[in-house]
């Protein structure tokens, strides 16, 4: 959740992996972003430094993803989303799927060893980043 993010200010959001039982990087995932629209308007997205990524809003509150990167990904955001608060967000507001991760070694399917921060939370660290 967004605590203290008042309607119409901008502020980021980082879905983050974590791993759970895997060693090593990982080389691909996908996954959805689920959110309430009124609640939340989705302004950009962007990748970490090393990873090819593509983004698609096919319909209100529903944000697809997909990031590939031939090095591995360690210890970085899949994904972070800069957001305009329609209305104060809440935790109940936001739900991450993850379909697939692979592994960049053997490319192993790791999708059940990794978990999603399931409900997104913005501290006082990435609010503010701007405004459009």
Known sequence: YMPGL????????????LDV??????????????YDAEALEVLDARF????????????KGRLRFAGAALEGIEDAPALVLQVRAV???????FRVVLEEITAAEGFAD????????????VTSRFRNVGTR
Do not use: C, F, N
């Open 48 to 59: 970490a430094d090393g990873v090819l990524g593509a983004w698609a809003i096919p319909e």
């Open 110 to 121: 790791l999708t059940s060893k990794v978990v999603t921060e399931q409900q997104p939370v």
């Open 21 to 34: 039982e895997i060693e090593g990087a990982i080389a691909a995932y996908q996954g959805e972003l689920h």
């Open 87 to 93: 209305r104060p967000p809440m935790a109940s507001d």
């Open 6 to 17: 008042t309607a119409g200010e901008v502020s980021e959001i980082r879905v983050l992996l």
